[in-house]
C-alpha cells in the first residue's frame, strides 16, 4: 500500500486480537462528556496538524483539510469518530493515524445519530450523512484485521465512526460541547 511521506507512524505491535478488542469494547463508559477532544486536519503530504480552533463552511469542510482538494462526496466531507473506541483501536498509538478529523467523547451509534440528524458544535452545524464510514484495507494496516472485522460486524455500533457535511459554517474549539438538535 502506498503511504504519504509524513503520515503519522504504524507500529503493528499495537495491533490487539478479537479477544482483546472484545474485553475492551465491553469496557466503553455508558456516560459520556459529549465535547470534541481532538481537531485534525490532514494535509496533502499526508501530515496531520492537530488545531485548537479550526474554521469549517458548506464549501470546503474543515479549512485546510485535504478533503476539498480530493475528489471525496459531499456525504463524507467530515470524518467523525469516538475517542475512546479510536484509543482502543490505536492502542497506543497516535488517533491522528485513523485520518478521521473530528474526535468526539460521544457514542455515534445508528440508534442515537440515524442519518439525517444534526448538531452542532462551536458555530457549526453538521448533518449527519447516510454514507456509511466503514474501514478499509488501510484502517486494516493500520490497526489490523482484527479491528475491521470488528468495525464490519457491528456496523449499527458505528465503531468506525460517521461521516457528516456542514450545513452552517464558523468556527470550534477544542473542548466545545455537542448540542444535539434533534429535539
Not at 98 to 106: A, E, I, K, T
Not at 155 to 174: C, D, H, P, S, T
Request: glycine share 8%.
Amino acid at each position: 500500500m502506498k503511504t504519504r511521506p509524513n503520515e503519522p507512524a504504524i507500529d503493528e505491535r499495537a495491533h490487539l486480537n478479537m479477544e482483546e478488542l472484545d474485553q475492551r469494547l465491553r469496557g466503553l463508559k455508558k456516560e459520556r462528556s459529549k465535547r470534541l477532544q481532538k481537531i485534525v486536519q490532514r494535509q496533502s503530504d499526508g501530515s496531520r496538524l492537530e488545531p485548537s480552533k479550526a474554521y469549517f463552511s458548506p464549501k470546503e469542510g474543515l479549512h485546510g483539510d485535504r478533503w476539498f482538494k480530493s475528489k471525496a462526496k459531499k456525504g463524507e466531507q467530515i470524518a467523525i469518530m469516538d475517542t475512546e473506541v479510536a484509543s482502543i483501536f490505536a492502542n497506543g498509538q497516535s488517533l491522528t493515524l485513523f485520518g478521521d478529523n473530528l474526535f468526539l467523547d460521544l457514542d455515534l451509534a445508528e440508534t442515537l445519530w440515524p442519518a439525517g440528524a444534526r448538531f452542532q458544535l462551536g458555530e457549526v452545524i453538521f448533518e449527519i450523512s447516510s454514507d456509511p464510514h466503514d474501514g478499509c484495507s488501510k484502517f486494516a494496516k493500520r490497526f489490523g484485521k482484527a479491528a475491521l472485522r470488528k468495525t464490519c460486524k457491528a456496523k449499527a455500533l458505528r465503531l468506525r465512526g460517521v461521516y457528516a457535511f456542514v450545513i452552517q459554517e464558523g468556527w470550534i474549539q477544542v473542548g466545545a460541547n455537542v448540542l444535539d438538535l434533534q429535539c
